[in-house]
């Protein structure tokens, strides 16, 4: 990458959670937002990228077409040079720009509307109900694969008509792809192995067609006119929604159970009025920022931004994690508060690729604050905080394991 003249020296790309805080984005973030908004940073795999760390900058780069989702991340699935300018794989929707990726967004949306999603949440109740009875049968149990992992991965399932049984494949490929410094050997088992999946089930829906689940709808819309999605399309957009739909609300679920419990107050608050549990929500969703790298982008128009100018080629990051926590947009943004109005956090991304799932993550995060906590009032963790291992080599934040107890039921 080309160096800007009043550029700043290039600093490495920051420690995305503090050692001690693992609940904190990077230590440098304030200091940046306040001293050199728009920096250079070497990326773990050895390119340059523009930081982009204040709210503002960040809405403003995810919101600007002369920048792209084209390219393959600077952190993660990118082994060679050639994998940056590889073109975008077809039908996927992370990737795609301009119309092409209007035109996948387009087959998508009506699968995603807030009456849709609200119309499951009777379903996604009963699920969390299900998983707590489950776990009263016996006073201990691992959050993460007990509870936060099955309830978001059945939800997907039953949406796409993807079958649960199969639920261990997706489940470690999605793993595997979510980390960052992967090799090309695992990323391409990885991903052989739920293509060649996901292509034999939508061959099977194909030759059976119904209009039962999203996956079967979406086969329907795709063959009736206008441009029809390929089968090559078909599989890579059934991935993007299966992992997409999984991973980061299982994390979320998790991570916000291990920081409430070491808030004890704020627990206390949502365990006295549960309707605060959508406030609860997106509260936790902005404090956490589960992608904790933030997003990327590629340059394709030259650009300014702050007092730099991006130039075509050139990598973009944008910061979530730290606009996240600007004093100027959420005031005392290192405190926990359920009375601030959060929802304009940049978890879920911003401009023409925001979250098509947020309202259902929404929604089963929601499920989950309202009942886990005033249902098993006396949980706890069962090993010492300073254990929990966290994922500080995931695009997606997390932990690994979550082991809970509480005292026995009558
Ligand atoms: C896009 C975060 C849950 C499907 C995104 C983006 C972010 C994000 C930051 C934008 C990426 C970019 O601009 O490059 C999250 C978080 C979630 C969550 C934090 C949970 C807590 C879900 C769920 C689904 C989903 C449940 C369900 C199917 C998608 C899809 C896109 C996307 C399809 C691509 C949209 C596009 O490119 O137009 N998500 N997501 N996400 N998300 Fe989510």
Known sequence: ??????????????????????????????????????????????????????????????????????????????????????????????????????????????????KRIQAMRPYIADLVDQHIDKMLEG????????????????????????????????????GVLLKVDITQEQRLAASGQVQGYMAQLVMAKMANPTDEDLLGRLIQRATAGGTPLTIEELVTLGISLLIAGHETTANMIALSAAALLQHPDRLAELRADASIAPAAVEEMLRYLS??????????????????QVFKEGE??????????????????????????????????????????GQQLARVELQEVFARLYTRIPTLRLAIPFENIEFKHDA????????????????
């Open 1 to 114: 990458m080309t160096e800007t003249a009043n550029a700043p020296a290039k600093a490495a790309f920051p420690d995305t959670r503090p050692a001690g805080c693992p609940f904190d984005p990077a230590a440098e973030y304030q200091e940046l937002r306040e001293t050199a908004p728009v920096s250079q940073v070497s990326c773990p795999v050895g390119v340059d990228a523009w930081l982009v760390t204040r709210y503002e900058d960040v809405r403003s780069v995810l919101a600007d077409p002369r920048l792209s989702s084209r390219a393959a991340s600077p952190s993660n699935h990118v082994n060679t040079e050639a994998d940056l300018d590889a073109p975008a794989a077809p039908g996927s929707i992370l990737h795609h720009d301009g119309p092409e990726h209007s035109r996948l967004r387009r087959l998508l949306t009506p699968e995603f509307t807030v």
């Open 139 to 174: 006073t201990e149990a691992d959050l993460y694969h007990d509870f936060g992992l099955p309830i978001p991965s059945l939800v997907i399932c039953e949406l796409l008509g993807v079958p649960y049984a199969d639920r261990e494949m997706f489940q470690a490929a999605s």
């Open 290 to 307: 589960v992608v904790q790298f933030g997003v990327f982008r590629r340059v394709v128009e030259d650009l300014p931004i702050g007092e």
């Open 315 to 356: 990598f973009v990051i944008a910061a979530l994690s730290s606009g996240n926590r600007q004093e100027s947009v959420f005031g005392n943004p290192d405190e926990i508060d359920f009375g601030r109005n959060a929802s304009a956090h940049l978890t879920f991304g911003y401009g023409a690729h925001q979250c098509l």
């Open 395 to 410: 695009l997606v934040y997390g932990v690994r394991s979550l082991p809970v107890t509480w005292d026995a039921q009558a």
